[in-house]
């Protein structure tokens, strides 16, 4: 639907879960600020968000101190706030990170550590037994009991953000592709598919594209958006019982990725995965996307072939994995032995959009770039679902300082 009138006083660019929670915390700030989101989809939470496993994370990996730690605990608290004040579904069951090697201990104790450091409630180191007495199929030598992990549906929660955007004033613009941005004295000029849309002031929450919104803007960066796509397994009806709610190993510290792990759905079923493999266009969610382009693009970025000379073995298992269904179920079986080949089907698949820098170092952090009239979300990688409201907060903040004094 074509908008009543193409000029705002501020525009977001991506109507995912981070962009909708922007949005809305940019209006609970500033109420009856002339707001739209925009997007080239014609319908919300197409991409990442609609694609997402849908756990709410507790902020247990995360270094202390560090944004992704900070806004996943603020995040956390503000998604449970809303759920209760909206009656909107969903569950903490709890999860256990299992140790199943010796070698693994000292690192499963780090991360408990950083779950301390965080300000967890009621994370407890668990034995071998007590693994067991709560996922009874599972091989472990030791564990971590995360009670604040839970379950929900991200991507219906972000039609719920659009939903009180809408009934806020805020005006959805679906369908909208941007091709450019121009800036002079009066403001930001939009050249789109569906015509020309002026703005004072601009928040980037592109994903998948946050560089290219970024440097239409007039952003010089040194970093590059590489997707990466997860791709996962159903468990088999008659083998759910395998898993009773969130199961996750030690995950690799040289890597930004949590491995591959059980996840009980909101929506019922059982997720096994994900894998993290190059994904051959930015939107690639099956293994035969290609896009040519994107792809040149991503190969002749120094960044990235740096980043791969260094984990090219990590890499190449990955993509093993992604065309070997053997090989994933062999990944599975690190944490349920019982998991056979039968028990599995192929499901969907999730592309995550992965800073890297020109030195070939993965960006673990979030990152947000400022000039005078744009907000750049350039990197909100998971746990950016459960954070959405908390980083909405601090994009809120940024973003009302960006428009023209009245």
Known sequence: ???????????????????????????????????????????????????????????????????????????????LEFCEKYDFPYELCGKVIVATREEERPLLANIFKRGQQNGLKGIRMISAEEV??????????????????????????ARKYAQLIEEMGGELLLGYKLFDVKQDNTGLHLETSRGKIETKSLVNCAGLYADKVAAMTGLTANFKIIPFRGEYYELAADKQHYVNNLIYPVPDPNFPFLGVHYTRMMRGGIEAGPNAVLAFKREGYSRWDINLKELGETLAFAGFRKMAGRHWKKGMGELYRSYSKAAFVKALQHLIPEVGMDDLKRGGAGVRAQAIDDKGALINDYLILENERVVNVCNAPSPAATSSLAIGENVAAKALTKLPAE
């Open 1 to 79: 639907m074509m908008a009543k009138e193409q000029t705002y006083d501020m525009l977001v660019v991506g109507a995912g879960i981070v962009g909708l929670a922007s949005a809305l915390q940019i209006l609970r700030q500033r109420p009856g600020l002339k707001l739209a989101v925009l997007d080239k989809e014609e319908e919300v939470a197409s991409h990442q968000t609609g694609h997402n496993s849908g756990v709410i994370h507790s902020g247990i990996y995360y270094e202390p101190g560090k944004s992704k730690a900070i806004n996943c605990r603020r995040g956390h608290q503000l998604l």
């Open 132 to 157: 067991r007495e709560k996922e009874p199929h599972v091989a472990a030598i030791e564990g971590i009991w995360v009670p604040e992990a839970g379950i929900i549906d991200y991507g219906l929660l």
